[in-house]
């Protein structure tokens, strides 16, 4: 029987032993660990946190906003400026008004008072430093008086202009206005005014046989836009013009 106890006690003193001496093990390797494990640096981690915190939640929105709009197709709203950048409006006295009126860039604009279709080496030279994608012209009413009812010398001076630009900016994409109607008085002082809408129906005929785009913009004009002398417009109808001319070129 004593036998029998000594020898529990030494299997159970054992035990603890082997058990010490696991326990010992288990704590150096996890002592050597520790002492040879990389130190990681979460400076540059806890900085970047810092920054999104203290970010501008306005300006996100916004960009979310932006995104979201261009994933569904819908435009953004742009100024006139911007949309019109990469363009050039050539033309008279008439198209002088973006400028003047600050509708449009200085760049976007090459006009001349009084100009006429034998005479537009300057707009094109202008056009050409420019190189934009895209020009729209605004000639023919210093013109329908000058040839004075003789709508093949227009159309044929026309097409001589449209081929030296077209050799000047050759990338570029052409769009063509119709000419503007003039109010009641100033035909009663130059009769050949009353045929504007015959020269633009030759006008569109030549864009159509060299495949320009045409925009009309006859059903834009109110008598409330024009100036006192019945043929230039007022700041008000510049903004609408040159929606017009947008819609038509997808600006």
Known sequence: M???????????????????????????????????AKHIDTSEGIAYIKKAESADVTAIEDKISRLEKQESGEKTERSLKERFSRSVIVGDSIVQGFADYDILNASSVAAKVGVHLNETESLIEKTKEVNPQLVF???????????????????EEYGAFLDELQAAVPDAHIFVNSIFPVQAKVIRED????????????????????RIGFIDNTDLVEEKYYEQDGTHFKADFYPIWAENMAEVAAL
């Open 191 to 210: 009769a050949s005014l009353a045929m504007i809408p015959e020269y633009n129906s030759a006008l569109q005929e030549l864009c159509d046989s060299r």
């Open 2 to 36: 004593k036998k029998l106890k000594k020898r529990t006690k030494r299997n159970i003193l054992l035990v603890i032993c082997l058990a010490a001496a696991v326990l010992l093990v288990v704590l150096l390797i996890w002592g050597i660990s520790r002492l040879t």
């Open 137 to 155: 012209l605004s000639l023919g009413n210093n013109d329908v008086s000058s040839t004075n009812g003789d709508i093949d010398l227009f159309t």
